[in-house]
């Protein structure tokens, strides 16, 4: 293989993964706000908006939300709400994951290959291997909630930058100071640049006066951040976490470490505890051998990696563990798995790589089979809860106050921040003839829940196959019958990893489906519909029932 032949296959296996990853995160990101995106985005526009002094929008600007101060963020968004008008999630979302590939790159830049790793083909193996590990969607959050992509993608990147330019020996240390600020300003995490850069810029050049401009300009920023600083009234204080649960926060802290390994069914956080404590040792030994010399700008991402898991340990470690974080932790095993092969790159030979690149593959596809469920899951979710919001029922936003929900939307919609997208409730409707089907009754249900009023239908449950090993891959459709019609309703079917535990007998994964919808919105001839099932791998193989349930709709 030629090396013209190695580069091609770098670009395009490369670009392909990469290419599914933004796919997958864009298919699945809807143009609706959750959690902290009420607060951080709609609610800071419009009272932006409705402050008419310069001290005071600069003050919005520049306020704490929890314990950041998204700065950056926030004069995106103003810019963004000039230009284009009303704020879209969708492409805010986007965007953020557009700093994600610059992590990426990044790290690619950051590797020793030129006096390491000579060999094309080895060159082209490892960066594979790492874009494999780097696009998997186990941080699939991302895709759902502008806070966790922009602002600490962003956030992320910036940090990196700002490492990056310290560690070479012709960066910019202008640039560096600058991207430091942007961090600090974009994510509570950018304050640790300033302090794991104090330490690169000591081993490259001792106690020089870049040093010193170095620790001066953190020093008025980490003034500036903490100035009328107040911790979340929901955090457990530090000084708590630190003396009355030490052994709480260190077992968390290994947990998060390992959290790319949490996925092992099983013995998922045991792993991920083991691992953490290998990612201590490990990291010992390269400072041992020094590796900080060799590769100052991957042993800045690591350390970095280490003091951010660290400081929002100390935060969460009451709270639990979020899918976002594990970006921290993939992040961490790509640059162990750079440092050690640049450190025994002579000893490293093909096979090996092949195995890391195999190894790298096994994880992306794994992965895949685990989180896409969740990813598909959470956008059904949202945009149930916003189809019943456009109805006047905000309970099911992913929001924790429906009465300030309903708020900050309005608000939003009057000043023209955001408004709730329109659906097209017609691919709500299957073009199944059901009136082929023979009836049966072998088909258990259950509702969880049934809402029917004169504006929205909102229903979930599960339901089985009483003669069926499985319902995988099944398709879940919601029949309506009244004398004169017959409809089938697609519904958001949802592999429900915990029934397997539950249902020692039978696996019942893709068991439980969810519906909501707009009657108004919906081309249904008026009248009381019976409520019933129709199971199957498509729309003519399958059972079919509607005198299962008691369970009726009127239209």
């Known amino acids: 293989m030629s090396d013209k032949q190695k580069n091609l296959f770098v670009f395009c296996f490369s670009g392909l993964v990469i290419f599914v990853f933004y796919y997958l995160h864009f298919k699945y990101t809807t143009n609706i706000p959750i959690f902290d995106d009420y607060d951080a985005v709609i609610y800071f526009l419009s009272s932006f908006a409705d402050t008419n002094t310069f001290s005071g929008k600069l003050m919005w600007i520049v306020t704490q939300h929890r314990e950041h101060r998204y700065i950056f963020p926030r004069i995106f968004l103003l810019i963004y709400h000039y230009i284009f008008g009303e704020i879209n999630f969708k492409v805010i979302i986007f965007i953020g994951h557009i700093a994600l ?58 940090s990196f930058i700002s490492l990056y330019l310290l560690a070479k020996k012709n960066g910019s240390f202008v640039w560096a100071m600058i991207f430091a600020i942007l961090a600090a300003g974009t994510s509570g995490n950018g304050l640790l640049v300033f302090i794991i850069g104090a330490l690169l810029l000591y081993f490259r050049k001792g106690f020089s006066k870049e040093f010193f401009y170095w620790l001066a300009a953190a020093a008025i920023i980490y003034f500036l951040y903490f100035w009328n600083y107040v911790s979340p009234a929901d955090q457990t204080p530090v000084s708590v976490v630190l003396f009355q649960k030490p052994l709480k926060l260190i077992l968390f802290y290994l947990s998060y470490i390992g959290s790319v390994f949490r996925q092992i069914p099983g013995v998922g956080n045991a792993v991920s505890i083991l691992s953490g404590a290998a990612a201590i040792a490990l990291l010992i030994f390269l400072i041992l051998k020094k590796y900080y010399r060799s590769n100052p700008a991957i042993f800045g991402f690591i350390l970095f990696l280490f003091l951010t898991m660290l400081t929002s340990s100390l935060a969460r470690v009451d709270v639990g563990f979020i899918s976002r974080y594990v970006i921290f932790s993939t992040l961490l095993i790509i640059c162990f798995c750079i440092s050690i092969i640049e450190t025994y790159s002579e000893r490293i030979y093909k096979f090996i790589l092949l195995l890391f690149l195999l190894l790298s593959l096994s994880f992306n596809i794994y992965s895949f089979i685990f989180n896409f469920d969740d990813l598909k899951k959470m956008k059904g979710i949202i945009t149930e809860g916003a189809i019943l919001a456009k109805a006047g029922d905000y309970s099911l936003l992913i929001y924790p106050d429906s009465a300030n929900v309903k708020s900050i939307l309005q608000n939003g919609i009057s000043k023209n921040i955001y408004r709730l997208p329109d659906f097209n409730y017609e691919n709500f409707l299957s073009d199944i003839d059901l009136t082929s089907k023979p009836l049966t009754a072998d088909i258990t249900n259950t509702f969880n829940n049934f809402v029917d009023t004169k504006e929205f239908i909102y229903v979930n449950g599960w339901v089985n196959l009483i003669d069926e090993a499985t319902n995988n891959n099944l398709r879940i459709y919601l029949v309506l019958k009244s004398e004169k019609n017959l409809f089938a309703l697609n519904t958001s079917t949802i592999r429900k990893k915990e029934l397997r535990a539950e249902n020692n007998q039978r696996v019942t994964d893709n068991s439980s489906y969810s519906l909501a919808l707009l009657k108004n919105h919906m081309n249904i001839p008026p009248g009381i519909y019976e409520l019933g099932f129709y199971i199957g791998k498509d729309k003519n193989i399958g059972k079919y029932s509607y005198i299962i349930t008691d369970k009726k709709i009127n239209f």
């Open 101 to 158: 590939l610059g992590t990426f790159i990044l790290i690619i830049q950051a590797i020793n290959f030129k006096n390491l790793i000579r060999d094309n083909l080895n060159r082209a193996l490892i960066i594979v291997s790492v874009t494999l590990l780097f696009f998997n969607i186990q941080y699939w959050e991302g895709s759902t909630w502008a806070i966790a992509s922009f602002f600490f993608y962003f956030g992320m990147m910036f």
